[in-house]
């Protein structure tokens, strides 16, 4: 069974930066894309970014694009998402995900959750 640790979430003003790390164990962590997904206060959970299980494609909603980059290392089994000029807005639990099947991009096992704070 998968399990994923997300940390790195915190308080930081507008226009900062966070990194954001999804810890990965249980299985091959490169056979397997990774996203990262975010429930913002009173809204459903949204999708945030995707990248394949080489590292490639990544995948970005409008609203992070240009803002946000995701990564991976697997030989740490270990996925990032950079986040700078953070706004308000983006105040959430961050989650990473990963699909059930590697060849999928349907994303159904979750982390915990990392809080992020945008202050203005």
Known sequence: Q??????GGGLVQAGGS??????????????YPMGWYRQRPG?????VASISASGGSPYYADSVKGRFTISRDNAKSTAYLQMNRLKPEDTAIYYCAVPKYSYS??????GQGTQVTVSS
């Open 43 to 47: 809204l459903e959970r949204e999708f």
């Open 18 to 31: 966070l990194r954001l790390s999804c810890a990965a164990s249980g299985r091959t962590f490169s056979s």
């Open 105 to 110: 991009f349907k994303f159904e096992i979750w």
């Open 2 to 7: 998968v399990q994923l640790v997300e940390s």
